[in-house]
Every structure is written in structure tokens, then in C-alpha cells.
């Protein structure tokens, strides 16, 4: 056991590590929080980080939690706040005794001295993200060219070809890094997750909403712990009584998509570079029925003036995905200096942030007349804003962060993967036939139950998401030690899990580089290992929170696309390139061929 020793309090680095490790613990509950901890941690912050910090690390682990071997191994250097002091022995398992020490996990040289060399900077970054890894490992290969899932994923295979299944990085601004691919070791890890998983954050985006914004929360995707937890409860059944309440509107929306190609398609029935655009314009369209209970007029007929709501809608969602991508691969020269990617990133979000926050203004108003009974309160059609605007302690502002988030991940991931699907279908004639044959079968007045019965689409879609997720690689920050490959990896360690190339491997999947939506439907392919070698929605409680949403969505827009058209493409393959989430890399120049 450890005791927490002093706590010096003029300690100015700020303790992304430490913030995570107390969400990767397993947390206690909220009335359990330690007072003795909440001190330290206010003694221990940076000015600057203060504001946002402060509020997550009132959460903190009890002083139980910090009883580990890892708490040591990230506190420790002489610089840092907490000194540790063992106690007593924490017993441990027979397979823990007979592991390889975590020193023992091989991993490119060159990384540790470079890590040598950055111990020696001032903190560059809070924390190591997933594009801080990207950037090291691009670094030598691609100075100065861009970066593209495909590369880094080559990258990827080559260190775990090199050193084995199981990748140490020495990192350079905090905790070492390790990289999996394997489904047994994705397993080993998710299994130990615990309550409160903690995945690698958008700096930036928090940054903008804790301190610049000074929000309270920073969203559902960037939060950990009881806050987190608490918003997800709370989420979670909203989300599911909107799929309720809107699969009519998002049934519209698909119709006016299927319209949409009839006008903008050339006379060879190809749409054109942009079509992308119509994707996002679709997503949004949908996204804004289920969180605003509203439709905007994404898809209108004759297009969108610039200056119009949704365009600037847009507009601000576009802007800020390549800026959060341009602020986050690289240095994170921003947390000094205002670079043009950081302004980039505030004008945009701030774009949405102004538009999101009127109708947050016009739920309000809706809901004093509902409350003063000027307007008949019916519970079942309560949007998603009101329904969050109505809990107890929600403010505005977080409910703000919440439909921000939804559109930036949601809207991104759901175009990108309809962008793929279509593509697949495109390029296999027979599975868009055989699929056709199923879509034909089905009722002509499709209901969102009907939609999980198609077994050949549901196949279609697991199979196109196999091939390209947009999250082609999943992040945690281990919880407790655990064992991978009989190596013990300590708690607070940044695990990446490569689980796209898993899905690649043909030890998984046979023919794995084919798209064969058929292999989906052999019963085998549900066990264990298949699970976790294709994981487009991640894992455990910090998996997509909108899966069910996201799978009606893609579901519908194809049935509505092939009882209309047949889809070709006549151009070269399409990749996935680094765009915030894994997107196409070429103009999605489909050709939309009448089907009678
Ligand atoms: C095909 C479409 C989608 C895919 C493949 C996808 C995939 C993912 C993945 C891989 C994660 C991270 C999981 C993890 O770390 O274990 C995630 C998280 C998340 N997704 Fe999705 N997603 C999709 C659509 C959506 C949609 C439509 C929404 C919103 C309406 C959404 C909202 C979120 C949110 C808020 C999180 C963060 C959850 C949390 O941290 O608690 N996603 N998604």
C-alpha cells in the first residue's frame, strides 16, 4: 500500500497524466471523493490549467486508488508533485509473478532517446495523443508531407512486424505508449478497462471549450469519469426515444438525398467531385432531427445560398474538423501561440457554437410555455435538446457540448462510412445484386424494425466498416497493470490498439483485403475473436455512444439509394486519408444509374 507523503506547492507542469490516471482507475463512487486528494490536486495545477482541470480532478480517485505501482512509476520524477510510499505488498496474481518486466517489451531505439531529449523541452503537450504518436512515427519518413491513415498504418505494421505483437514507445511528453493489434491482447485490455475508460482526448477542442470557451464540461467525448458517466445515463435513453420519434424525418431526409442525386448527377449519371458535400449535407440534415428536433433544409432543391443556416452550419463543421486535424497532428505550438490552426479552430467552432446555441435559446422558451401551460407538454415529443435542458444540473452549455460533439464525431463518422459502403457496393456488382434482391423483398413501407432483419445489409454494413472504420485505431490509458503476451504493463500506460490491421489479417478474415459481406453471415464469425478483430464502434463503455442510431441511418439511406439506382464507379481506388476520422481520399465520382 502507499500513502500520499507531501505535496510541494509550487509544481507548475500541468498534470495531463495524473488526470488521466485518475479516470483509468477504478474510480471510486462520487460521495466517496477524498478531500485530502481534491487539495492536492488544486496545490498542484498550473494557473493556466487551473479552470480546466480543476473541476474533472474533484472527481478524483480516493486515496485508495492511488495505492498502485503505476501512480509511482508517472509521479515520480524529481520534478513532480507527489512522493509515494510503499506500505505494503499489493499481492499479486501467479501469471503477474512470472511476466516479463514492462522494460522488456522491445520497441524502436531510437524513440527512447529521442524520449531522452524531450524530458529536457517544457512540456510541449499535456498528454501524448494518438496524432503526437502519428507524428513521431511519420516524422522520419514524411517531414513535411502529409499524413494519411494508410502511411501511419503502415508504419504501424512495420514496428509490430519488427518487434512482435506487443510495441513499446518511449514517450516524449509523459507516459510510455504501447501498440496492439492482436484481438486476444484489444480483449485483454478492454476487459480491464473498468467503469471509467479513458481514451486520448482532442487537446485542442478541449482547450477551446474548458478555457477558452470556459465551459463547465468538455463534452461527452472528450470527459471522463463520474461526469462522464452521469451525462452518457443520461444520453443514452434520449438518443434511443429520438430514434423513436424521428425515423419519419429521417426517412425524409433520405428521400430528399436519393432526389438531391437526381438533380446534381451529369448526363452520364455521374454526380460530381463534390458529392462528398451531399453526404454531409444528409448527415446534417439527420443529425439536426435527432438533437434539434428540427429540419434545416440541408437537402433543398435548389441548393444552399452561402449565407444561409445550414451553409454556415457547414461551413463551421468542415473548418473545424480540418482545423482540429491541422492542431492536433504535430506540435501543439498552439497551447503558447495563437497558430493559424488554433484561430482557424475558434472561428469555426464558433460558427456552430453561435447557430447551436440559438436553438438551445428557442428550446428554453419552449420549454417556459410548456411549463406555464401555454403549450400542451407532451413528454414523448420532447426533442433530445429539451429532454437534456430539463435534467437537473445540465446547463445550457453543456447540453451545447453534447450536440457539438454529436455533429463533429457523428456527422463525420456516418458520412465517411456511407462514403465507403457505397463505394464497396459499387465496386461488387454481385453483392449490390444480391443486396438489391434483398432490398426488393422487403416492405415497400420499411419500419426501423424491419431494417435490422435484412441480414445481407446488415452484413454489407459490418463488412464495409471492416475494411474502412473511421476510427481505425482505438486508444486507452490502462487502468491497472495487466498482462499482454506475458508482458506486465503497468496502469497509466497509452495503449494504442491497431484494430484495423487486425481486421486485415487474413488469420481473421479470409481474403481479408475483399470486401465478402457473405463471411458475416456464417455463425462463426460471432465469436470472441472476430468481435474483437473488427471493432468499428469501439469497445466497453466508451464505445460509440450512437451506434444504434448510426446503424439505422446507414441502413435506410442504402435501401432508399438501390430501390432507385444501380451505383458504378469507374475510377481509381479509393483510401482512407487522416481528416480528424479516417475519410475517402479521392472525389466520390459515382455514377447513379436509373433503375427503370
Ligand atoms: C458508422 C458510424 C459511426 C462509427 C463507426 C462510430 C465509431 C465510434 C468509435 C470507434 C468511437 C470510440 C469508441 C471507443 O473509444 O471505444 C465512437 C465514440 C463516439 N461516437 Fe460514434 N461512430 C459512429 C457514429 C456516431 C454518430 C452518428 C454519433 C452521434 C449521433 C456518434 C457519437 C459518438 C460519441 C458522442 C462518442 C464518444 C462516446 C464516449 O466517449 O462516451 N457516433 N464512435
Known amino acids: 500500500m502507499f500513502r500520499l507523503k507531501t505535496l510541494p506547492t509550487n509544481c507548475i507542469r500541468p498534470l495531463i497524466s495524473i488526470k488521466w490516471l485518475n479516470y483509468a482507475s477504478e474510480a471510486p463512487k462520487p460521495q466517496e471523493r477524498n478531500p485530502i486528494h481534491e487539495t492536492s490536486t488544486t496545490l498542484s495545477m498550473s494557473s493556466s490549467d487551473a479552470s480546466s482541470t480543476v473541476t474533472q480532478m474533484s472527481q478524483g480517485p480516493s486515496t485508495a486508488e492511488i495505492k498502485s505501482r503505476k501512480v509511482d512509476y508517472i ?182 438525398f436519393t432526389t438531391r442525386i437526381l438533380r446534381i448527377r451529369n448526363r452520364q449519371e455521374e454526380v460530381p467531385p463534390t458529392f462528398r458535400n451531399e453526404i454531409y449535407k444528409w448527415a446534417m440534415e439527420c443529425m439536426c432531427s435527432v438533437t434539434l428536433n428540427r429540419r434545416l433544409g440541408f437537402l433543398d432543391p435548389c441548393g444552399l445560398s452561402a449565407t444561409s443556416e445550414p451553409a454556415r452550419l457547414l461551413e463551421g463543421l468542415n473548418g473545424a474538423t480540418d482545423a482540429i486535424r491541422r492542431c492536433e497532428s504535430g506540435l501543439h505550438l498552439w497551447k503558447f501561440i495563437e497558430t493559424p490552426a488554433w484561430k482557424d479552430l475558434v472561428k469555426h467552432c464558433d460558427i456552430i457554437d453561435t447557430i447551436v446555441n440559438k436553438y438551445i435559446h428557442k428550446a428554453q422558451d419552449s420549454l417556459r410555455q410548456k411549463k406555464s401551460g401555454e403549450t400542451v ?38 458520412s465517411h462510412s456511407i462514403a465507403f459502403l457505397i463505394y464497396h457496393l459499387a465496386r461488387n456488382p454481385r453483392a449490390q445484386r444480391k443486396l438489391y434482391g434483398e432490398i426488393r423483398l422487403s416492405p415497400t413501407q420499411l419500419g426501423r424494425d424491419d431494417l435490422p432483419k435484412m441480414t445481407y445489409l446488415q452484413a454489407c454494413i459490418k463488412e464495409s466498416l471492416r475494411l474502412k472504420p473511421p476510427m481505425p485505431i482505438l486508444s486507452r490509458v490502462l487502468s491497472k497493470d495487466i498482462l499482454v503476451h506475458n508482458y506486465r504493463i503497468p496502469k497509466g500506460t497509452y495503449i494504442l490498439i491497431a484494430t484495423h490491421l487486425s481486421s486485415l489479417r487474413e488469420e481473421h478474415f479470409e481474403d481479408a483485403q475483399r470486401f465478402k459481406p457473405d463471411r458475416w453471415l456464417d455463425s462463426d464469425m460471432q465469436a470472441d475473436t472476430s468481435v474483437f478483430a473488427s471493432l468499428p464502434y469501439g469497445h466497453g463503455p466508451k464505445a460509440c455512444l450512437a451506434r444504434e442510431l448510426a446503424e439505422m441511418e446507414i441502413a435506410l439511406v442504402i435501401v432508399k439509394l438501390l430501390r432507385k439506382f444501380r451505383i458504378e464507379y469507374h475510377y481509381g481506388d479509393i483510401n482512407s486519408t487522416h481528416r480528424l476520422l479516417a475519410s475517402p481520399d479521392r472525389p466520390l465520382k459515382f455514377r447513379f444509374v436509373d433503375r427503370f
Open 377 to 414: 407538454f407532451i413528454p414523448e415529443n420532447v426533442s433530445l435538446l429539451e429532454t437534456l435542458l430539463i435534467k437537473e444540473g445540465m446547463l445550457p452549455e453543456d447540453v451545447l457540448t453534447v450536440i457539438l460533439d454529436m455533429m463533429l464525431i457523428g456527422v463525420n463518422a456516418i
Open 75 to 256: 509521479v515520480n520524477p524529481p520534478d513532480m508533485f507527489i512522493k509515494v510510499e510503499h506500505l505494503e505488498p499489493i499481492p499479486e496474481s501467479e501469471a503477474m509473478r512470472k511476466s516479463l518486466s514492462f522494460d522488456e517489451v522491445p520497441g524502436p531505439k531510437a524513440l527512447r532517446h529521442l524520449a531522452k531529449f524531450w524530458s529536457f523541452v517544457p512540456v510541449m503537450g499535456t498528454q501524448v495523443t494518438a496524432s503526437a504518436i502519428q507524428y513521431l512515427l511519420s516524422a522520419g519518413k514524411i517531414f513535411g508531407s502529409q499524413l494519411s491513415w494508410g502511411s501511419n498504418l503502415w508504419l504501424f505494421s512495420r514496428l509490430l512486424d519488427e518487434y512482435g505483437p506487443v510495441v513499446r514507445l518511449h514517450g516524449p511528453f509523459g507516459g510510455d505508449v504501447v501498440i496492439l493489434s492482436r484481438p486476444e491482447h484489444a480483449s485483454a485490455v478492454f476487459q480491464n478497462e473498468g467503469r471509467y475508460p479513458v481514451r486520448s482526448s482532442l487537446d485542442c477542442v478541449e482547450k477551446y471549450r474548458l478555457q477558452f470557451r470556459r465551459y463547465k464540461q468538455a463534452g461527452p467525448f472528450l470527459m471522463y469519469g463520474p461526469d462522464w458517466e452521469k451525462l452518457r445515463e443520461l444520453i443514452e435513453p434520449c438518443l434511443q426515444n429520438c430514434i423513436v420519434q424521428q425515423y419519419d424525418q429521417i426517412e425524409k431526409s433520405c428521400d430528399e
